[in-house]
């Protein structure tokens, strides 16, 4: 009785880690972290052009006063179609690196990049998939590049004499892009789902750390180190502890041969080949870091996805076509 799981445990879906669209509680630290740096003007002038660009009225949307706007910013980025959402944001976050003739409306290069860190971090900690353009090594070098001309222009003397320097022209626009589809949410909730289950929670341990390691911004050779972990726990729970097929330390590559040779793959044996090249990238970028870890202690986010994408559908394969011939 000691490995019985639940009915309950068992069927009750899994709840949704990583989202297409914005979810309640990521729309809400977004929309109020705007307001902690937007004024009311910024607010007003990035509605307008909204309304510019998209031709639509939102009838709630006031923006007479600093309050009513900041409320209806909330309302909008909480309530609105994705699609608008986004548009609005982008303009937003745009307006609030333009110069501007009120003092308020000046904010710090500090204050400007502390912001785009914390838009960023929300999307990975609330695992929504989108990225924002351009990378934050390019915004912190422009950031840099207007503290420069701001204490420059704060500390020089404004007489007939003397011209100031042109301020610094933005190099880009900051904007949002897709990071992956669907079919990224629904490898992670099948593979979840069989991980309820008892049988493969102690092997599927370390992808969901990887998970986590993704969601805390760690993008870093321990997200392939934890994947190819519990690709190895996985096949040596079939290969040698349940079927026999192999002895323990055979390797990875060994464990692929016998679930080829014993079936697993059939009737869809050509995409055996493709499986094969994928584990064994993953296995020589884990070797690789694990020794030059400094040399490759970071990835990029959408590589980290797509390692994590490419492991979670290869275990749900596996599993299920196994649970099919061996059932517990």
């Known amino acids: 009785m000691s490995s019985w ?15 297409e669209d914005l979810t309640d509680k990521a729309a809400s630290r977004i929309s109020f972290s705007l307001n902690q740096i937007a004024s009311r003007g910024e607010i007003d002038d990035a509605y307008t052009e909204y309304r510019t660009e998209t031709g639509k009225h939102v009838d709630y949307f006031e923006t007479a006063n600093s309050e009513p706007a900041k409320r209806s910013l909330d309302k909008f980025v909480s309530t609105e179609d994705l699609h608008d959402v986004l548009t609005l944001i982008e303009i937003l976050v745009n307006e609030l690196w333009e110069e501007s003739t009120l003092s308020g409306e000046n904010h710090s290069a500090e ?10 971090r929300i999307l990975v900690e609330e695992g929504i998939l989108l990225r924002i353009r351009p990378t934050r090594d390019e915004v912190e ?6 503290s420069r001309y701001r204490e420059a222009k704060n500390s020089r003397s404004y007489s007939s004499r003397h011209r100031s320097q042109p301020r610094p022209e933005k190099p880009f626009n900051i904007h949002f892009e897709t990071l992956a589809d669907e079919s990224v949410i629904e490898s992670d909730q099948q593979l979840r789902a069989l991980g309820k ?4 929670e102690e092997e599927l341990s370390p992808y969901n750390e990887a998970w986590t390691q993704y969601q805390d911004e760690q993008f870093s050779y321990l997200i392939a180190e934890k994947l190819y972990n519990s690709l190895e726990a996985v096949l040596v729970k079939i290969c040698v502890k349940e079927r026999g ?3 323990e330390g055979d390797g990875v590559s060994a464990y692929l041969n016998s679930i080829k040779d014993n079936g ?22 884990v070797q690789r870091t694990g020794g030059d870890r400094k040399r490759h202690e970071t990835f ?29």
């Open 197 to 200: 289950k008892g049988r493969w």
């Open 264 to 285: 697993l793959f059939d009737p869809n044996e050509a995409m055996f080949a493709e499986w094969e090249q994928i584990i064994n990238g993953l296995q020589i970028g």
């Open 111 to 120: 204050e400007l990049l502390d912001f785009d860190r914390k838009l960023r």
């Open 245 to 247: 097929w192999n002895n």
């Open 300 to 328: 990029d986010q959408d590589y980290s996805i797509l390692l994590l994408h490419q492991v979670g559908a290869f275990l749900t394969f596996v599993i299920n076509r196994y649970e099919d011939q061996y059932p517990n």
């Open 141 to 146: 070098t422009f950031g840099e590049k207007l």
């Open 5 to 19: 799981v639940p009915w309950t445990n068992r069927n009750s879906e899994v709840e949704q880690r990583i989202h």
